[in-house]
């Protein structure tokens, strides 16, 4: 038997049906490997069975797969399609080994989409990766000493309510003019925040802000207003307020709440502020 009509015998035989590829004229079957699949050099396509069935070369066996095609990255983030846990991944997101986009604080909810970054570990948060509030105070529940606090109050960093802001601009028992000594409405109104702080579930922090009306040069307004601040934390210091608890202040003239050029509107602008964090 001739020696070509014997070889040509012998690869139909060894190969199998499924394996007969139909390629162009000329070209070579199984030329090369093109990312795994059995690639027809010409075209570089992935060559296919007879029956239109796809094979990729393993450990060096020919396997079938499902589909044809090169071994592609259809979202572009490093990671080809058939290691891809992550598929579609946004375009320039960092991804993981598996193509997952990066969750640096294993909190759930992947870097480009994390509005919190470093939440603790263990932290419930919400849909853009930041810690609960449920009474919605300000303050994460994993840091709330006081759950439940009512909505719109006014609280200190642990989130447990505190006194809100007060104006003291007695019109009908105010400081008088060019003195920072406090009256009995002013001393009964101080009384009152006293309680009101010593009743609080939060830990007050005060600034006491001294204030007057426009009569007198700016500069003594601004140390008679420092004066009537300091009068009104001595008070609250003798009430029972922690003294490294109150800041004092002054703002002379500068910030008039009314008209300077009446006798009434000079009397609100005669007014202490305290500021409470």
């Known amino acids: 038997m001739?020696?070509?009509?014997?070889?040509?015998?012998?690869?139909?035989?060894?190969?199998?049906?499924a394996l007969l590829v139909s390629l162009g004229a000329g070209a070579p079957a199984f030329a090369g490997k093109d990312m795994g699949y059995v690639a027809h050099k010409a075209s570089n396509g992935v060559v296919k069975t007879s029956y239109g069935e796809c094979w990729k070369v393993a450990d060096g066996l020919r396997q079938p797969m499902k589909e044809c095609g090169d071994v592609v990255?259809?979202?572009?983030?490093?990671?080809?399609?058939?290691?891809?846990?992550?598929?579609?991944?946004?375009?320039?997101?960092?991804?993981?080994?598996?193509?997952?986009?990066?969750?640096?604080?294993?909190d759930g909810v992947p870097d480009y989409l994390d509005k919190c970054p470093g939440t603790?570990?263990?932290?419930?948060?919400?849909?853009?990766?930041?810690?609960?509030?449920?009474?919605?105070?300000g303050v994460?529940?994993?840091?709330?000493?006081?759950?439940?606090?009512?909505?719109?109050?006014?609280?200190?960093?642990?989130?447990?309510?505190i006194m809100g802001n007060v104006t003291i601009d007695l019109v009908n028992d105010e400081f008088d003019f060019d003195s920072a000594r406090l009256?009995?409405?002013?001393?009964?109104?101080?009384?009152?925040?006293?309680?009101?702080?010593?009743?609080s579930a939060g830990d007050e922090h005060l600034t006491v802000i001294g204030?007057?009306?426009?009569?007198?040069?700016?500069?003594?307004?601004?140390?008679?207003?420092?004066r009537r601040a300091r009068a009104t934390?001595?008070?609250?210091?003798?009430?029972?307020?922690?003294?490294?608890?109150?800041?004092?202040k002054g703002m002379g003239e500068s910030q008039p709440v009314a008209d300077n050029?009446?006798?009434?509107?000079?009397?609100?602008?005669?007014?202490?502020?305290?500021?409470?964090?």
């Open 233 to 248: 934390a001595d008070y609250l210091i003798r009430k029972g307020v922690a003294a490294d608890h109150i800041t004092i």
């Open 2 to 17: 001739h020696e070509k009509f014997k070889l040509s015998r012998l690869l139909t035989v060894a190969a199998p049906a």
């Open 120 to 137: 603790p570990k263990g932290v419930k948060v919400d849909s853009i990766g930041c810690p609960l509030d449920s009474d919605g105070d």
């Open 211 to 226: 204030h007057t009306d426009s009569v007198g040069p700016e500069s003594y307004n601004m140390k008679l207003s420092l």
């Open 73 to 106: 990255d259809s979202d572009g983030d490093g990671v080809t399609d058939d290691k891809d846990k992550c598929p579609g991944t946004p375009k320039g997101v960092k991804v993981d080994a598996v193509g997952c986009p990066i969750d640096s604080d294993g």
């Open 140 to 161: 994460p529940d994993y840091r709330d000493k006081c759950p439940g606090t009512p909505a719109g109050a006014k609280v200190d960093h642990d989130g447990c309510q």
């Open 261 to 277: 050029s009446t006798r009434a509107g000079r009397a609100k602008n005669r007014r202490v502020e305290i500021v409470t964090e």
């Open 183 to 199: 009256k009995p409405a002013m001393k009964a109104a101080l009384d009152e925040i006293a309680d009101k702080i010593a009743a």
